[in-house]
Structures are given as structure tokens and as C-alpha cells.
Nanobody
Framework: QVQLVESGGGPVQAGDSLRLSCAASGRAFSSYAMGWYRQAPGNQRELVARISSGGSPYYIDSVKGRFTISRDNAKNTVYLQMNSLKPEDTTLYYC???????????????????WGTGTLVTVSS
């Protein structure tokens, strides 16, 4: 069993940066691939970034070059550094964990084994 708690969201101006954190409790954090998702009202939850258990990152095109996903296994934490934020980045952000690293697996949110409760990012223009 893994519990995930996100933090770091908040209101910012366009062009600003935020760092989201997702703290995991439970065993064997390092064996999980971790993902950051976002979901705007009325939209489906979408994968933003994923980091494999071995540290390999993946990003969707709209955040490449702006967002960086990383993990600190000693702290059982995964991060999402978000730079050059845009108003369209405004939404709830969730982290998720899976034993399966595969990108296509992560593209289906229903495949994720564990979820946090989300942190809200609001970017004003």
C-alpha cells in the first residue's frame, strides 16, 4: 500500500515557477514509476510527466522544456518543477504510482495503482 500526498501548488503569475512535491509513504518507493497528471473541470485526467523507477523521464509535448520531473528515493518524494507557467497550466495536479514503467500504461489514468488527492495550480495572466 502506498499513500501519496501532493503539495506546492498555489496562485502564481504567468511566467513564474512552482515546484510540486509528492511524498509517498509505504514500502519500496524506489520500485514504483511515478507520474504527474492534471485534470481541468470537464476534461479527462491527462498525463503530464512520468519518471520510471530507474529515473527516465517522459513529458507531454505541451510541457517539454518547461517542466522537469525528478525523484529522490531517499526522501520517498517525486517532484515536478514547473517553469514559464502559462494560464492554460491552471488546474488540479495529481501524482500517481505504478509498478509498471511503460509510457503507454501511464497514458491511461485508470491503470494507476495509487493516487494523491491533488494540489491546485492557478496561473493568472
Amino acid at each position: 500500500q502506498v499513500q501519496l500526498v501532493e503539495s506546492g501548488g498555489g496562485p502564481v503569475q504567468a511566467g513564474d515557477s512552482l515546484r510540486l512535491s509528492c511524498a509517498a509513504s509505504g514500502r519500496a518507493f524506489s520500485s514504483y514509476a511515478m507520474g504527474w497528471y492534471r485534470q481541468a473541470p470537464g476534461n479527462q485526467r491527462e498525463l503530464v510527466a512520468r519518471i520510471s523507477s530507474g529515473g527516465s523521464p517522459y513529458y507531454i509535448d505541451s510541457v517539454k522544456g518547461r517542466f522537469t520531473i525528478s525523484r529522490d528515493n531517499a526522501k520517498n518524494t517525486v517532484y515536478l518543477q514547473m517553469n514559464s507557467l502559462k494560464p492554460e497550466d491552471t488546474t488540479l495536479y495529481y501524482c500517481a504510482a505504478s509498478r509498471i514503467d511503460d509510457i503507454d500504461w501511464f497514458k491511461s489514468p485508470s491503470n494507476m495503482a495509487y493516487w494523491g488527492t491533488g494540489t491546485l495550480v492557478t496561473v493568472s495572466s
